[in-house]
């Protein structure tokens, strides 16, 4: 059954676009969104400061446990910021229409050679001039406390035919999908 009222056409039934996601499904879902984005935007002073302070950073990983990791400069200002206030917010963006994660957690700066030289990769060279041996280098570990995605059900390819469709034919044609991913 459809609902024409003010001449529009839309189908009374909804399509399921509520999916949380649990355990290794979501550390895989957050892997793959992140990972396809390859940066995400760091937000600290999230309780101390106004206003925040966003900035863009490259991923290194997300480990098995979900933790997500980038490498920084002990004197870029950010190590501060999370000693004062660990609470942070990482957004990534995977494509124009899909692929959206919202991660809410806890930072820690952690040195650990074993993870620079773990995390290592000749691009990283361009921020870290002095190499991974580089004094200099920490890395800001974020525990996610809270994670939220959007994306689409079938690819960026459906999601193009329906809604071009629904803009034919008139009628919702949602092909998103979004929730909680939790482990």
């Excluded at 290794?24 to 990972?35: E, F, G, L, P, R």
């Excluded at 999230?46 to 925040?52: A, N, Q, R, S, V």
């Excluded at 629904?166 to 909680?180: F, L, N, Q």
Aim: aromatic share 8%; charged share 25%.
């Amino acid at each position: 059954m459809e609902n024409t009222k003010n001449g529009s056409s839309t189908p009374t039934q909804k399509e399921d676009t509520q999916k949380n996601l649990f355990g290794k499904d979501a550390i895989k879902k957050m892997k793959a969104i992140a990972s396809s984005a390859e940066t995400g935007f760091l937000c600290t002073n999230i309780k101390t400061g106004l206003p925040l302070s966003i900035r863009p950073m490259a991923l290194q990983q997300i480990d098995d446990e979900g933790n997500v990791w980038f490498m920084d400069l002990k004197d870029s200002g950010k190590e501060a910021e999370i000693k004062k206030d660990p609470f942070t917010h990482v957004l990534f963006q995977e494509s124009k229409h899909s692929g959206f994660l919202n991660i809410y957690g806890i930072s820690e700066i952690v040195r650990d050679q074993a993870k620079i030289d773990e995390l290592w990769t000749p691009a990283a060279k361009v921020w870290f001039q002095g190499g991974k041996d580089d004094p200099n280098i920490s890395l800001i570990k974020v525990v996610p406390t809270h994670v939220h995605y959007w994306d689409n059900k079938h690819g960026d390819m459906i999601a193009f035919v329906k809604m071009a469709a629904a803009i034919v034919t008139g009628k919702t044609m949602d092909d998103g999908v979004e929730g909680k991913l939790d482990f």
